[in-house]
């Protein structure tokens, strides 16, 4: 009798792609240390993200520390030809950053972190990718007691003060008026 061996190809856990914008809000929210153990989904940032993250010098430190002590694990993008496909015709619309994720999760069916709606809810919910926000990431720290209401309006009101766009100025307004994404 033979045994048949399950193939490793079936994923245990879907992965959790974290775009620049999401990245970029923790940071200036003062909130990136926190931004690993939201949602215990493991945290990847694709090359292509981490090399525009690293282009502005206020970002790359925060990068290259958080990668090099594994807290976000920095993962090749170019490694499947259908992937680099989805890529090339997706550039032609979106950033790279969000093409990158986009074509990386389609194939690999993990999660998307991104708050550029505009960009991907569209073709998301086409392809039944999973996509978070940093509202939605910010709701869950609160839900879990990792920040208090307090300190996501602080987060918000910092966020918001450097030119970045979020939808609300409070927590409880998000919570009241939008749906909450959830993994």
Same mark, same amino acid.
């Not at 282009?55 to 993008?77: H, L, M, P």
């Not at 940093?134 to 918001?160: G, H, W, Y």
């Given at each position: =009798?033979?045994?048949?061996?399950?193939? =490793?190809?079936?994923?245990?856990?879907?992965?959790?792609?974290?775009?620049?914008?999401?990245?970029?809000?923790?940071?200036?929210?003062?909130?990136?240390?926190?931004?690993?153990?939201?949602? #215990?989904?493991?945290?990847?940032?694709?090359?292509?993200?981490?090399?525009?993250?690293?282009?502005?010098? #206020?970002?790359?430190?925060?990068?290259? /520390?958080?990668?090099?002590?594994?807290?976000?694990?920095?993962?090749?993008?170019?490694?499947?030809?259908?992937? =680099?496909?989805?890529?090339?015709?997706?550039?032609?619309?979106?950033?790279?950053?969000?093409?990158?994720?986009?074509?990386?999760?389609?194939?690999?069916?993990?999660?998307?972190?991104?708050?550029?709606?505009?960009?991907?809810?569209?073709?998301?919910?086409?392809?039944?990718?999973?996509?978070?926000?940093? =509202?939605?990431?910010?709701?869950?720290?609160?839900?879990?007691?990792?920040?208090?209401?307090?300190?996501? /309006?602080?987060?918000?009101?910092?966020?918001?003060?450097?030119?970045? #766009?979020?939808?609300? /100025?409070?927590?409880?307004?998000?919570?009241?008026?939008? #749906?909450?994404?959830?993994?």
């Amino acid at each position: =009798m033979t045994l048949q061996i399950l193939s =490793m190809a079936t994923k245990i856990e879907k992965l959790i792609l974290l775009d620049a914008d999401v990245i970029s809000h923790f940071i200036s929210g003062g909130q990136f240390a926190l931004l690993p153990s939201i949602f #215990k989904n493991r945290k990847v940032l694709l090359d292509v993200v981490a090399t525009e993250l690293r282009a502005a010098r #206020k970002f790359k430190t925060y990068i290259d /520390n958080v990668v090099s002590t594994g807290f976000i694990k920095e993962i090749d993008f170019q490694a499947n030809r259908q992937v =680099m496909i989805e890529y090339a015709k997706l550039i032609k619309t979106f950033g790279k950053g969000e093409s990158a994720c986009m074509a990386y999760c389609k194939f690999n069916k993990d999660i998307l972190a991104s708050s550029n709606l505009k960009d991907i809810t569209n073709y998301c919910d086409e392809n039944e990718i999973t996509y978070l926000t940093t =509202m939605d990431f910010l709701a869950e720290a609160l839900k879990e007691n990792q920040l208090s209401e307090q300190e996501c /309006n602080d987060f918000i009101r910092n966020v918001k003060a450097v030119g970045s #766009k979020l939808p609300v /100025n409070t927590i409880a307004e998000y919570l009241k008026n939008f #749906k909450v994404r959830s993994i």
